[in-house]
């Protein structure tokens, strides 16, 4: 057997939850110690049940709540920020072994870790997590395939403190899943004693309820108002590694409202600035802006099925006469960059080599399209949802960019809830999109987006070379085979330009300028028990 050891730093959790009890309140001395961090989002939380689709702002709530078995290694950038890496350390799990054969991850449990209830952590309440994630009800039965899980037998109890993960075969992204924030450990003893004949899963009660694994509990819950975020005072790092007292979750819809309680000092973290502020916002002294460069990617989506994007001359012509230059500066401001790949810059084995479509490349992009047959152009509509201010400019440029090769683009901006009907529907010829990898894995982020019958492959696209690439690269663990599946994948779906890669805009939050410890995960939510204050 090949020993881990598990060092013990860092958390995992984010932004946002709601509703335990206040008997769970840390007592008033340690709250007294550290000052209270308050946060405006531009978000609110729809419920806290860990296993189902839900708000950017309950991601950030259960982020903060559930403590999985391991979680990644943060380490400082240049700005000290604390960013996850791909290397990861004991979180309820103080060590794991894994067999030679890559097949068999066994879990040493920390005997002193707690739920907030006092109620000891064993092996139990994480094969109870396990068997919830892939029987139950939620999404996550989407995600034990890229283990090569496929069945809850998989996982067994060794003893209290001992669990077992036995996977089909290798699998690259094992300890990787393993320590997303979705399989932090559910108390066996509150599911079951919430769980009726109509709800085996206590899903409704989790929808509201949570008793803590992590290291916050919710103290105080006004929906659309304010939630309190204090810590969980049975946390296994101990109330010494907190770095406030409590964190306060302020929903603040308005973007200049939450500039102002920014510059007044109001609030200490700022999210959702808009890009076209920050320069002025960084002329205050007493305002920090961290922009973090993410993997997150918008598209221009191109329906592989629909004329005239069935035709893959047409699509490398739409790529080639994008503005791309234009939209980074224009849209994002500068704040992000532009992939050249369907693997995102910042994501390993990225590569920019198959990349032929630059900016302002008309005549060949003309040309292409006199081939395909379109050479006095053609008439698209272009649907983004509207509340995004970013994609519907964006648009703006695309169909500036596109009259140049004659293609007339008509913006159709609709409802986000219409916009995601339609994305849906799978018949959508040409829109704009965005993807964000938790795993930062190019072959998790490729089978999504571009596997044949992949629900969020809402291009049709489908080949099955690349599809054979993707099988192969997800259960490899050789990193030189790896980096070489998937420096084909990439060569393979650029020249087929399914996708043209706008942006990846980075992610930016702004702070009061004596605020310590912003630090992100591989979800890019929160963890607050690192942040602090400077007097």
Known sequence: MKKRSV?????????????????????????????????????????????????????DATANLYEPL???????????????????????????????????????????????????ITANDYKYTFDRAITGPGYLALLTPFMAIDSADQVQVVDDYTLQITTNRPAALTETIVGFQVFGAISQATAEANATADDPWAEQYFHQNSNSSGPYVITEWNQGVEYVF??????????????????????????????????????????????????????????????????????????????????????????????????????????????KSPVSVGMEGYTDEYWNYGDGDLDAARALLDEAGYGDGFEIDLTVPQEDQGRVDAATWIQAGLAEIGITVNINAVPTAQF??????????????????????????????????????????????????????????????????????????????????????????????????LALFNDLTLRYAYLGKTE
Request: glycine share 6%.
């Open 70 to 120: 391991i979680t990644q290694v943060v380490v400082p950038n240049e700005n000290g920020e604390l960013v996850g890496q791909a290397e990861f350390e004991g979180a309820i799990a103080e060590s794991w072994d894994v067999s030679e054969d890559g097949t068999t991850f066994t879990f040493h449990l920390r005997p002193d870790a707690k739920f907030a209830d006092g109620t000891p």
């Open 420 to 517: 995601s009907e339609l994305l849906y529907s799978h018949e959508l010829p040409f829109f704009i999109e965005q993807w964000y990898s938790w795993g930062n894995d190019p072959f998790y982020q490729l089978t999504f987006n571009f596997k044949c019958d992949s629900f969020p492959n809402y291009v049709n696209y489908c080949n099955p070379e690349v599809d054979a690439l993707i099988d192969a690269g997800t259960f490899s663990r050789d990193p030189q085979e790896r980096a070489d599946l998937i420096r084909r994948a990439q060569q393979i779906i650029v020249e087929d330009a399914p996708w043209a890669f706008l942006y990846q805009p980075d992610l930016v939050i702004a702070t009061r300028s004596n605020v310590t410890g």
């Open 230 to 339: 204090e810590p969980n005072p049975n946390y296994w790092r101990g109330l010494d590694f907190f770095q406030n007292s409590a964190t306060i979750f302020r929903v603040v819809p308005e973007a200049s409202t939450r500039e102002q309680l920014l510059r007044t000092g109001d609030v200490d973290v700022a999210l959702g600035i808009p890009f076209s502020s920050l320069d002025a916002l960084a002329q205050d002294s007493n305002i920090t802006i961290h922009a973090i460069p993410t993997t997150r990617i918008y598209h221009l989506g191109m329906n592989n099925t629909i004329a005239p994007f069935d035709d893959a001359r047409v699509r490398q012509a739409v790529s080639m006469a994008v503005p791309y230059d234009a939209i980074i500066e224009n849209v994002l401001a500068g704040y992000g960059q532009q992939p």
């Open 7 to 59: 060092f013990s730093c860092v958390l995992l959790f984010v932004v946002l939850l709601f509703g335990i009890s206040s008997q769970l309140a840390v007592p008033a001395q340690a709250q007294n110690e550290k000052p209270p961090i308050i946060i405006a989002y531009d978000g609110d939380i729809d419920h806290i049940e860990p296993m189902q689709f839900r708000s950017v702002a309950a991601y």
